[in-house]
């Protein structure tokens, strides 16, 4: 079987052929470095790490794009109110941006061009988009596209093109543009721009980007030095990007090289935080680091996050975490077993190869699953097969375990939920040692708050306390 994905653009499940094979490049929308990125993003995060897993499985050579928006309407604004210059605002939301995708095992793209070094990709993508009669300069001194040249406007998210312009109406005294519909590409530098150092001068008037020219300019930048084309073969993001942000990186980007900008669309659903016990339990559940900080492993998170299909709604609750976590835990057992029996298998005789060939099954199984537009869920319904045919297998006889290993870990390299051990280095028992002697001294002066939030940053690193009368003992688990 080949793999098959949905494309936005056709709404079908359409075989995979990129533009160049083996070569796919790929472009995801980044974070808005404003604030500590959602949950949400990082689920539509995850779901393109499984694609670029999958992509990987399969035998492209993946070239990974993605974006970070270090200046747009929320930056400047964030920066402004935080009496910040814009660089000075977003470094810290850049750096956690990194620790948190690490932290879900989210494989590094590529590149991360970042909006405030590719201005000159803009301004450039401004100018030819005026020479071909697309954009204009409003009455404003803002330019905007001039969405009625564009035939093609309104395809991806199937919108329907008189609604459209009712719809906006509404807001069309506001705007000196000639179409209600027009968008910005540049907008002319507004005080607070200058303010916190949000504004660049071009041919067609001092100012700055609109958001959705920085993703065109961005990603057609990097394939046309790279690769010298100006299409790439899948762009992601979630579904609240399909409009107005991919419509117009859309109309944008073909308006100027006549090219398609992206051969399919993926869009991945979003991610509710429900449930009352949740949220008296988790209070502030919001971003990537609140899991860590209340000592959430990521090897739960992500088989939580492949257990519902990235075109489905994904409810974040505690017993699916609950169910995640123990899940995982199995996956770590069944990986040690396997490991210890592969070493005696070695030397001993070979038995029984029942083993080796469930584990064949399981990894066709698990491919043929992600081929079939990423189910994941079916993916790791299969795995949990195997973990229970392997373990009947392991109690009845020998053999087999070395090959079954190994493609075992092979799976483990898309999905990447195993367990981490945990090497107790000298540093890190060290680490744990002044985390006991803080947790004692916060404990000696009744603040339990901070005693609490010791156990559960050990908790996350797999480092279980026991308050016993000689003392607080401690163990990686
Ligand atoms: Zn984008």
Redesign the pocket.
């Known amino acids: 079987m080949t793999l098959s994905l949905h494309n936005t653009l056709t709404r079908r499940v359409e075989p995979f052929q990129p533009l160049v094979p083996p070569r796919v490049t790929l472009y995801t929308?980044g974070p808005t470095v404003w604030n500590y990125a959602h949950i949400g993003n990082f689920r539509t995060f995850l779901f393109e790490d499984l694609l670029r897993r999958h992509l990987e499985f399969s035998g492209y050579e993946v070239f990974h794009i993605m974006?970070l928006t270090d200046v747009d309407d929320r930056t400047i604004k964030a920066a402004a109110a935080a009496g910040k210059r814009l660089a000075e605002h977003t470094a810290p939301f850049v750096e956690a941006f990194f620790e948190d995708s690490e932290y879900l095992r989210i494989r590094p793209a590529h590149v991360y061009p970042r909006a405030t070094e590719s201005v000159p990709a803009m301004v450039a993508l401004v100018e030819r988009l005026l020479e071909r009669g697309v954009a204009y300069k409003g009455e404003d001194g803002s330019v905007y596209f001039a969405i009625g040249k564009f035939p093609g406007y309104g395809r991806l998210s199937n919108l329907d093109r008189r609604e459209l312009k009712v719809g906006a109406r509404v807001a069309s005294d506001e705007y000196k543009k000639d179409d209600p519909r027009d968008f910005a590409l540049w907008k002319k530098a507004e005080p607070i721009d200058e303010q916190v150092g949000a504004a660049w001068d071009a041919p067609f008037g001092r100012g700055r980007p609109g958001w959705h020219l920085?993703?065109s300019a961005m990603s057609l930048d990097e394939v046309r030095r790279r690769f010298a084309v100006e299409t790439l073969d899948i762009h992601a993001?979630g579904v609240d990007?399909i409009f107005p942000?991919?419509e117009d990186?859309i109309a944008q980007s073909e308006a100027a090289t006549g090219c398609p900008f992206a051969r399919y669309w993926l869009h991945g659903e979003f991610l509710n935080v429900r449930g009352t016990k949740m949220s008296k339990r988790f209070g502030n559940f919001l971003t990537a680091r609140d899991l860590r900080d209340q000592g959430v492993n990521a090897a739960a998170v992500r088989p939580l996050v492949w257990q519902t299909h990235y075109r489905q709604p994904l409810d974040l609750n505690d017993e699916a975490l609950e169910g995640a976590r123990q899940g995982v835990k199995r996956l770590g057992e069944l990986h040690e077993r396997l490991r210890e029996r592969g070493r005696s298998d070695s030397a001993g005789p070979a038995g029984t190869e029942v083993l080796a060939g469930l584990s064949r099954d399981v990894a066709r199984d698990v491919a043929a699953a992600l081929d079939d537009d990423l189910n994941a869920p079916q993916a790791v319904a299969t795995v949990f097969d195997f973990v229970r045919a392997a373990n009947r297998e392991l109690d009845r006889a020998a053999g087999g375990a070395a090959t079954a290993l190994a493609t075992f870990e092979r799976i483990m390299g898309v999905l990447d939920v195993l367990p981490t051990p945990r090497a107790l280095t000298p540093e890190f028992r060290r680490w744990i040692e002044e985390q006991l002697a803080a947790r004692e001294r916060a404990r000696k002066t009744k603040d339990f708050e901070e005693a609490d939030r010791i156990r559960v940053e050990l908790r996350a690193r797999d480092v279980e306390l026991e308050d016993t009368p000689s003392g607080t003992k401690w163990r990686v688990l």
Do not use: A, D, K, R
Request: hydrophobic residues 10%.
């Open positions: 929308c974006n920085e993703c993001g990007l942000h991919h990186e």
